[in-house]
């Protein structure tokens, strides 16, 4: 992969990802909101709680997971495009990828809350599940400040 490859295509690229980004940010707003609900149903009404398990499921590993992966490599693609980033100096850039690090981490934490739900042992209240809901707009919020921004 050719620098002058990258520049020609950066267009592309940035609308790969901005698409990325948008369908990541859905699920990260969405899937806390499910777990939410599953946990008010709690364990009585059993096929409500198994039609949660099955949203939260194909969520994770339809949408959330396959758009992480192409926002980072198309937000690794956009970093090495000539003349856009420069790493060693770039200190918002720098605060950008610790934010994503940490938008990742949550898209973790979210995978493991599924898996407890998928085994029934859930030990999270709904309450908890609508506080780590903001998680990702905090983060978005100092992601997007760092990109159109730059403050350093």
Do not use: C, Q
């Not at 739900?117 to 209240?125: I, K, P, Q, V």
């Amino acid at each position: 992969m050719t620098a002058s490859w990258l520049a020609s295509a950066y267009p592309w690229i940035k609308a790969f990802h901005v698409i990325s980004v948008i369908a990541w940010m859905a699920g990260l707003f969405y899937l806390p909101r499910l777990f939410a609900y599953h946990a008010d149903a709690g364990t009585e009404n059993r096929a409500l709680g198994e039609t949660f398990k099955v949203m939260e499921r194909r969520l994770m590993r339809i949408i959330m997971t396959p758009a992480m992966a192409a926002s980072w490599v198309f937000g690794l693609l956009l970093a090495m495009t000539p003349g856009i980033v420069d790493p060693l100096h770039d200190g918002w850039f720098h605060v950008k990828l610790l934010l994503v690090a940490a938008m990742t981490w949550f898209h973790l934490a979210l995978a493991g809350w599924l898996r407890a739900f998928a085994a029934d042992r859930n030990r999270h209240s709904s309450r908890f599940y609508r506080m780590v809901n903001e998680l990702p707009t905090l983060l978005m919020i100092g992601i997007v400040i760092m990109v159109i921004v730059k403050p350093f």
